[in-house]
């Protein structure tokens, strides 16, 4: 699997146009899915931290509304994605699949997926997202119509093209019902990728409408997803009335609710600190399951 995975990225950078003397625009959202797809819980468990994908459930028989999370470009080597968010849903009373997209694929090095070519490519965790929702929806305890997406970092980078018409419900599935990205990079620009001849700019955002309610939260002293990268390219969707609200939080860098403090060099060969944040962490949770309650539990089910 990991020979196929490397063979196939390969193939892709082959087939992209590249000039020593120019920078191609890249549209990382719509190329190919590629690698198997997940295989999910059969049932919920206790709720608990684990390198693997695992669902969750409150206490009775629902039906809860549902919420897939998708982790960052780490995958689940931080906790942070069940201990912060998935938790915080769960007593909110959602239905929880926290994905992991690396492990079963063989990707468990540090940092592995965080630089282009990556070996899961925003498509494919795209992908995973929908598929993860379908099979909530089979749930007897889950709404089917009633599924919310939350992405961190990378996670949140392949749901922000899940928001745009024609990447929004693939095959005829059904459109999430609200999406939340946390500190997404929305661009990333001349970027130096192996096995091109030249720079790129990698756009991570669509230039198609945004349809579903979408949530951007991010950190004014992000230094690797700058806010500026997607207010300039959401902000202008949103004056024109699409469902896009952009939240900045004061004093937060990227992975501010990581719970650790840490320094390491990104995509575009920038040191990038990362700093705990609780006090954001807490309102980033507020914000984000608030968001989901107006859009995505029906009347009766809010508390």
């Not at 929880?96 to 990707?107: A, F, K, Q, S, Y």
């Not at 230039?207 to 951007?216: E, G, N, S, Y």
């Not at 300039?232 to 650790?260: C, E, F, M, Y």
Request: net charge positive; charged share 20%; with cysteine.
């Amino acid at each position: 699997m990991r020979q196929k995975l490397k063979f196939a990225a390969i193939v892709l950078l082959a087939i992209q146009p590249s000039c020593a003397s120019a920078i191609d625009n890249l549209k990382a959202y719509a190329g190919p899915v590629i690698g198997d797809d997940l295989v999910f819980p059969a049932k919920p468990e206790a709720f608990g931290y684990a390198k693997a994908s695992r669902m969750f459930k409150p206490e009775g028989s629902g039906p809860f509304p549902g919420l897939v999370v998708m982790p960052t470009c780490g995958g689940h080597q931080a906790r942070h994605a069940f201990d912060v968010w998935a938790k915080a849903a769960l007593q909110r009373g959602y239905a929880i699949m926290v994905v992991d997209p690396l492990t079963p694929r063989g990707v468990t090095a540090p940092g592995e997926n965080c630089r282009p070519p990556t070996r899961v490519r925003e498509p494919r965790l795209r992908k995973d997202a929908f598929d993860a929702a379908e099979h909530l929806r089979k749930q007897p305890f889950v709404d089917p119509e009633r599924i919310g997406l939350l992405g961190l970092s990378q996670g949140g980078m392949a749901a922000l093209a899940a928001a745009a018409t024609g990447y929004d419900a693939p095959q005829d599935r059904r459109a999430f019902r609200a999406i939340v990205s946390i500190y997404p990079v929305c661009f990333l620009p001349n970027l130096q990728i192996p096995g091109r001849n030249g720079p790129a700019n990698i756009h991570y955002i669509p230039d198609t409408r945004v349809v579903v309610p979408l949530l951007v939260q991010m950190g004014e002293l992000d230094t690797e997803g700058p806010p500026q990268d997607c207010i300039s390219r959401l902000q202008d969707w949103k004056d024109r009335g699409a469902p896009v609200q952009l939240v900045i939080h004061k004093n937060a860098t990227h992975g501010w609710d990581q719970g650790r403090n840490f320094t390491r060099t990104v995509a575009n060969g920038t040191r990038v600190a990362y700093r705990s944040n609780p006090k954001v962490t807490a309102e980033s949770v507020k914000v984000a399951l608030d968001f989901l309650d107006r859009h995505v539990r029906s009347p009766e089910q809010k508390r």
